[in-house]
T-cell receptor
Framework: QQQVKQSPQSLIVQKGGISIINCAYE??????FPWYQQFPGKGPALLIA?????SEKKEGRFTISFNKSAKQFSLHIMDSQPGDSATYFC???????????FGTGTQLKVEL | GAVVSQHPSRVICKSGTSVKIECRSL??????MFWYRQFPKKSLMLMAT?????????EQGVEKDKFLINHASLTLSTLTVTSAHPEDSSFYIC??????????????FGPGTRLTVL
């Protein structure tokens, strides 16, 4: 019930391409869905987050698409750059600032 | 704003000793802090939720007597790994919730502490 499933486990994209990472959840009480970027040896950094009352949110090259009925959400990275090479985690939490449940992570490599 | 620091960034200790890791919110007050553990190429696993002035809430399977958490002020939480063993070697990450910025869900993560137990 508390799991967040993330795919793919790893992803290689050419510079300038679109990176797409998908997540699915079961718990309908989740109402906050953030994406984090983590570089090796560093803590995660919040990229972008969405609440279930909107279907899409865009910030710069990063877009979250949210499908409430399917209980799925995805991260799109437009014009992917080598500097985007990192591990990306989706997460979800319930109201009131409760604990985050993380996906399993996607290791993204953007090649020149 | 919303910066979280951890100290030390790396620590190597001998088996059987105790190690304390500090987590500080530098520019905001954090009523709630979270402690995570991360193995190589794996996701973050929540160990415990630390509330200022009260006892920490541990996740199932986490030994509270082994991983002592203290949240004595609104800007500092500590994790003490007692009688450390090689299997405790991991990357420990804290996060803090800033209730005044980004709503109640926003968590800001520290840079992590790499613990190696010999």
């Amino acid at each position: 019930q508390q799991q967040v499933k993330q795919s793919p486990q790893s992803l290689i994209v050419q510079k300038g391409g679109i990176s797409i990472i998908n997540c699915a959840y079961e718990n309908t009480a989740f109402d906050y869905f953030p994406w984090y970027q983590q570089f090796p040896g560093k803590g995660p950094a919040l990229l972008i987050a969405i609440r279930p009352d909107v279907s899409e949110k865009k910030e710069g090259r990063f877009t979250i698409s949210f499908n409430k009925s399917a209980k799925q959400f995805s991260l799109h990275i437009m014009d992917s750059q080598p500097g985007d090479s990192a591990t990306y985690f989706c997460a979800a939490s319930t109201g009131g600032g409760n604990k985050l449940t993380f996906g399993t992570g996607t290791q993204l490599k953007v090649e020149l | 704003g919303a910066v979280v620091s951890q100290h030390p960034s790396r620590v190597i200790c001998k088996s059987g000793t105790s190690v304390k890791i500090e987590c500080r919110s530098l520019d905001f007050q954090a009523t709630t802090m979270f402690w995570y553990r991360q193995f190589p190429k794996k996701s973050l696993m929540l160990m415990a939720t630390s509330n200022e002035g009260s006892k920490a809430t541990y996740e199932q399977g986490v030994e509270k007597d082994k991983f002592l958490i203290n949240h004595a002020s609104l800007t500092l939480s500590t994790l003490t790994v007692t009688s450390a063993h090689p299997e405790d070697s991991s990357f420990y990450i804290c996060s803090a919730r800033d209730v005044t910025a980004g709503g109640p869900h926003e968590q800001f993560f520290g840079p992590g502490t790499r613990l190696t137990v010999l």
